[in-house]
T-cell receptor, first 117, second 115 residues
Framework: GAGVSQTPSNKVTEKGKYVELRCDPI?????LYWYRQSLGQGPEFLIY????????DSGLPNDRFFAVRPEGSVSTLKIQRTERGDSAVYLC???????????????FGPGTRLTVL | AQSVSQHNHHVILSEAASLELGCNYS??????LFWYVQYPGQHLQLLLK??????LVKGIKGFEAEFIKSKFSFNLRKPSVQWSDTAEYFC?????????????FGRGTSLIVHP
């Protein structure tokens, strides 16, 4: 169980509902990233945590999106009032230290496929 | 804002053919460069990375990439592809953005290798 895990693997919800997506990074990795990937596109950066704090949340599309990492390990991405346009695969990745000097590449989870009806 | 361009969206090759996938980025300063691969039904995984030093880097499964700073490029190559190389390939650049370093990914290249 050394990899990044994400739950649920699939989530179907109705427009307007609230969803939470969970990410368990590799133990000891201080950097954690959330991405969104639409069909035919590369991962699109959402937010980056260094430890417990959000070091960069410039990729969050609007205030319906929020993420936390209260203890510096597990992270939850929260989406309020979901819209059909939120449908995508949400990827989580972790790395040992993050940042330019320490970045050695990220380890990705399998993703959560979110479908908003 | 940082951008990463992958010129080939779909590539179809026969086994033993040579491969080169293009990647260009826009940031002019110090960057870290990566290629990731996603095999059918699997996670994204790191193929190779460039930090500094020798601009020709070697990764897993016989892949290599060359960093050409003057061309802002980091093209991926393999001299002889195999059917098992069928996958989606993503170039990524780690560069400063709003005070931190975050990765920007290209849109990916789908490679199909016919046996």
């Amino acid at each position: 169980g050394a990899g990044v895990s994400q739950t649920p693997s699939n989530k179907v919800t109705e427009k307007g509902k609230y969803v939470e997506l969970r990410c368990d990074p590799i133990s000891g990795h201080t950097a954690l990233y959330w991405y969104r990937q639409s069909l035919g596109q590369g991962p699109e950066f959402l937010i980056y945590f260094q430890g417990t704090g959000a070091a960069d949340d410039s990729g969050l599309p609007n205030d319906r999106f929020f993420a936390v990492r209260p203890e510096g390990s597990v992270s939850t991405l929260k989406i309020q009032r979901t819209e059909r346009g939120d449908s995508a695969v949400y990827l989580c990745a972790s790395s040992l230290t993050g940042g330019l000097a320490g970045e050695k590449g990220q380890y990705f989870g399998p993703g959560t496929r979110l479908t908003v009806l | 804002a940082q951008s990463v361009s992958q010129h080939n969206h779909h590539v179809i090759l026969s086994e033993a053919a040579s491969l080169e996938l293009g990647c260009n980025y826009s940031y002019g300063g110090t960057v870290n460069l990566f290629w990731y691969v996603q095999y059918p039904g699997q996670h994204l995984q790191l193929l190779l990375k460039y930090f500094s030093g020798d601009p020709l880097v070697k990764g897993i499964k016989g892949f290599e990439a060359e960093f050409i700073k003057s061309k802002f490029s980091f093209n991926l190559r393999k001299p002889s592809v195999q059917w098992s190389d069928t996958a989606e390939y993503f170039c990524a650049v780690n560069a400063p953005s709003g005070g931190s370093y975050i990765p920007t990914f290209g849109r990916g290249t789908s490679l199909i290798v016919h046996p």
